[in-house]
C-alpha cells in the first residue's frame, strides 16, 4: 500500500517478463518516471504477488497503478494510452504531489 500512495506510478513486474518490459517501455515513452517492483528479484516477491491478488483480483504481471488506482496489466494500460485517458490519470498525480 504504501509503495503504491507514494509514488504516481508503480509497475509490479518480473524482470524477464515480455509485457512487464512493454508496460515499462509505454511509460518511458511518455517520458513518465514509475517505479518498478521487481518480484523475481525481490525476496518477498511471491507474497507481495498474494497481496496484489487479493487487491486486484489477479497475479500476472505486470500490475500497473497509477495514481493509487489500478489501471490493469499490460494491454489493459496500452489501451488506456490509445484512448487518451492515461497521461491525465498521471497528470492529476503530478499535480497533487506539487501542493
Known sequence: DEI???NCVVIFSK???FYC???KKLFEGMNVNYTAVEL???KNGS???DVLEQMT???TVPRVFVNGT???GATDTQRLHEEGKLL???HQCQMRRKF
Open 4 to 6: 503504491i500512495s507514494d
Open 15 to 17: 524482470t524477464t517478463c
Open 21 to 23: 518490459k512493454m508496460a
Open 40 to 42: 523475481d528479484v525481490n
Open 47 to 49: 507474497q507481495f504477488q
Open 57 to 59: 483480483g489477479g497475479r
Open 70 to 72: 489500478f489501471v490493469g
Open 88 to 90: 491525465p490519470l498521471v
